[in-house]
């Protein structure tokens, strides 16, 4: 999985508008804050809101 700090650093979550970060173990990118995760399919960001997953756990 390859994306570049750059896009990263212009990226925010959809929902809230917050921060996300790369999380390369479940393959996205996290909102901590609506504890969403945004799948990173062929090397795009899938940066939908009825697409993201809800994050397991506490």
């Known amino acids: 999985m390859t ?15 917050g921060t996300i970060h790369l999380n390369e173990t479940q393959n996205g990118l996290i909102c901590e804050q609506c504890r969403l995760l945004y799948e990173i399919r062929d090397d795009i960001p899938i940066m939908l809101i009825e697409e993201a997953k809800p994050l397991q756990g506490g």
């Open 3 to 17: 994306i570049s700090q750059d896009l990263l650093d212009i990226l925010a979550c959809p929902k809230c508008k």
